[in-house]
């Protein structure tokens, strides 16, 4: 799977659920572990279940998330600042 390809990460209790372009896996993972072994700095973390890809964002704002799928996702008090921040990086310079 190219990283890429990733829309969006949801941990669900002990799994993870991928979505990609290719359709949605889903494996015994924590989200954390998953987080480190990434190799694609536009996949960060918003909320403590959701990863996303800045690639795939079509709306934000301060409380959620829009992605091209329609895929809503609320942003985690925690991680309001630091998504406000990268996302702005992110759109003046293309990619992280």
Known sequence: MNTSDIIYIEAD???????????????KEKI????????????????????????????????????RNKKEINIGKTYKKKFKLTYQDYLLNGSL
């Open 13 to 27: 209790g002990h799994y993870l659920k991928i979505v990609t372009l290719d359709g949605e896996y889903k494996f």
């Open 32 to 67: 954390k572990e998953f987080k480190t072994q990434l190799n694609n700095n536009n996949i960060i973390q918003v909320h403590r279940s959701y990863l996303i890809n800045l690639d795939f964002v079509y709306d934000a704002n301060t409380k959620y998330i829009i992605l």
